[in-house]
């Protein structure tokens, strides 16, 4: 149990790290697209 708990725990920071990088690409592609 504590295995897999850990385990999720690792995934959701993981989903959580991807999300900002692709809201900053997104920013950064914005950005692009108003200049």
Partial sequence: MP????LTLATASTIEMAN????????????CADV
């Avoid at 295995?3 to 850990?6: D, F, P, T, V, W």
């Avoid at 900002?20 to 950064?28: D, E, G, V, Y």
């Fill in 20 to 31: 900002s990088q692709l809201r900053t690409s997104a920013h950064r592609l914005q950005r």
């Fill in 3 to 6: 295995l897999l708990k850990s």
